[in-house]
């Protein structure tokens, strides 16, 4: 069965400093692994995927993610922090096998001005 | 841009009764989800269907069950609502594209409706 795991509930990070939101995955074959990120109320929105290609992926907002094979993570990054950045920041993976994509529990992300 | 609605943003509702989550995407996706989010648990896989008609269990179908007549509308059905299905459901849906290319896409989620059942 496939997995993903965000050891980190909360984050908090100070306006302009770099974030970074953990993420590592357990999938069968090669992975396909996501960001979303949720604002109060509302429904996820998409950041970056990974397929295949560059490890480095770049996303929506400035968000950019290193998909790490040896270390089986994903994780989230941002160079400089924005308060409007404070959100739940969800991962998910999926794999060729797997017909259907898995979360991770979700980390929330507090920027502090 | 696509767009997927729910039928409500809030709803509240009694045990026992029976509840319908409406969901329509505009975009022509086969695929369609339900979910429900709940603090600390993440986004939990309910049901999808990849095609009118045809519907399949997520992790957690038990309480649930699902419709799909037109392709751009997925319903989710609480037969006989209970207070722990108190939660937000999440509805998504996703273009065509098999995993393994690279045309494998992301979902498209709608606002949610937080159900709160008494």
């Known amino acids: 069965a496939q997995s993903v795991a965000q050891p980190e509930d909360q984050v908090n990070v100070a306006e302009g400093n770099p974030l970074t939101v953990k993420c590592t995955y357990s999938?069968?074959?090669?992975?396909?692994l996501f960001w979303y990120v949720q604002y109060p109320n509302r429904g996820l929105q998409f950041l970056l995927k990974?397929?295949?290609?560059?490890?480095l992926v770049k996303g929506s907002y400035g968000f950019e993610a290193e998909f790490n094979k040896s270390q089986t993570s994903f994780h989230l990054k941002k160079p400089s922090a924005l308060v409007s950045d404070s959100a739940l920041y969800f991962c998910?993976?999926?794999?060729?096998?797997?017909?259907?994509?898995?979360f991770g529990s979700g980390t929330q992300l507090t920027v502090l001005p | 841009d696509v767009k997927v609605t729910q039928s409500s943003r809030y709803l509240v509702k009694r045990t026992g009764e029976k509840v319908f989550l409406e969901c329509v995407q505009d975009?022509?996706?086969?695929?369609m989800f339900w979910y429900r989010q709940d603090p600390g648990l993440g986004l939990r896989l309910i049901y999808f269907?990849?095609?009118?008609?045809?519907?399949e269990k997520g992790d957690i179908p038990e309480g649930y069950s699902v419709s799909r007549e037109k392709k751009e509308r997925f319903s989710l059905i609480l037969e006989s609502a209970s207070t722990n299905q108190t939660s937000m459901y999440l509805c998504?849906?996703?273009?065509?594209?098999?995993?393994?290319?690279?045309?494998?896409?992301?979902?498209?989620f709608g606002p949610g409706t937080r159900l709160t059942v008494l």
């Open positions: 975009m022509d996706h086969e695929n």
């Open positions: 999938v069968s074959g090669n992975p396909y």
């Open positions: 990974y397929i295949t290609g560059d490890n």
């Open positions: 998504a849906s996703r273009p065509p594209g098999l995993a393994g290319s690279s045309s494998y896409n992301e979902q498209f």
């Open positions: 269907s990849y095609d009118v008609k045809m519907k």
């Open positions: 998910a993976g999926t794999s060729f096998s797997a017909r259907q994509l898995t």
